[in-house]
């Protein structure tokens, strides 16, 4: 399996890998004390951006968050452990991998509360699209997480054509 292009540079996963630690305040929170969902989803998006912006070494922008679930509820006092690692670069894009933690210090537990895919396009000073470097997966977890990031891509780029398709539709028939 070939990872790489020709000409563009080669990075691993462990390279822009990246963690980020919350404590859960009562300004994050709800009625109910838990962390709102808005709140963790840019907190997801920041630990995301860290690890797209150290494999590009340049610019990154959010272009999607793709897939997201809610496991559990986090509440107050919680301590958020985030975790982002490449899952495959693309040309000028790139899917990343979050995983959220809570950890409860007095009982020193921890458990799973969230997990998100986001894809990230590298951008220069301008806007415009740079390419980024290759990942080069150096395991069987990182090889799976790649070949999936690559289904999930051509699906992405599926539903994009049938909302094309559709909003061609609707125009050619006057409704847009």
Same mark, same amino acid.
């Given at each position: 399996?070939?990872?790489?292009?020709?000409?563009?540079?080669? =990075?691993?996963?462990? +390279?822009?890998?990246? +963690?980020?630690?919350?404590?859960?305040?009562?300004?994050?929170?709800?009625?109910?004390?838990?962390?709102?969902?808005? =709140?963790?989803?840019?907190?997801?998006?920041?630990?995301?951006?860290?690890?797209?912006?150290?494999?590009?070494?340049?610019?990154?922008?959010?272009?999607?968050?793709?897939?997201?679930?809610?496991?559990?509820?986090?509440?107050?006092?919680?301590?958020?452990?985030?975790?982002?690692?490449?899952?495959?670069?693309?040309?000028?894009?790139?899917?990343?991998?979050?995983?959220?933690?809570?950890?409860?210090?007095?009982?020193?537990?921890? =458990?799973?509360?969230?997990?998100?895919?986001?894809?990230?396009?590298?951008?220069?000073?301008?806007?415009?699209?740079?390419?980024?470097?290759?990942?080069?997966?150096?395991?069987?977890?990182?090889?799976?997480?790649?070949?999936?990031?690559?289904?999930?891509?051509?699906?992405?780029?599926?539903?994009?054509?049938?909302?094309?398709?559709?909003?061609?539709?609707?125009?050619?028939?006057? =409704?847009?």
């Amino acid at each position: 399996m070939n990872f790489s292009g020709p000409s563009r540079p080669v =990075r691993t996963v462990a +390279e822009s890998q990246s +963690e980020m630690t919350e404590l859960i305040l009562p300004n994050d929170t709800n009625t109910l004390n838990n962390l709102l969902g808005g =709140r963790l989803m840019h907190f997801i998006d920041l630990v995301g951006a860290m690890a797209a912006y150290r494999h590009a070494r340049t610019h990154v922008v959010t272009a999607s968050m793709d897939h997201i679930d809610f496991i559990a509820p986090v509440h107050v006092g919680d301590l958020l452990i985030l975790k982002s690692s490449l899952n495959r670069a693309f040309n000028t894009s790139m899917e990343v991998g979050v995983k959220v933690w809570v950890e409860n210090t007095i009982a020193g537990t921890h =458990r799973h509360v969230a997990s998100a895919y986001l894809t990230f396009v590298a951008v220069d000073s301008q806007g415009r699209r740079v390419p980024v470097p290759c990942l080069e997966p150096e395991n069987e977890e990182q090889k799976r997480r790649y070949e999936d990031a690559g289904r999930r891509r051509e699906q992405r780029q599926k539903e994009l054509a049938h909302k094309r398709s559709a909003k061609a539709e609707l125009a050619a028939q006057g =409704r847009v």
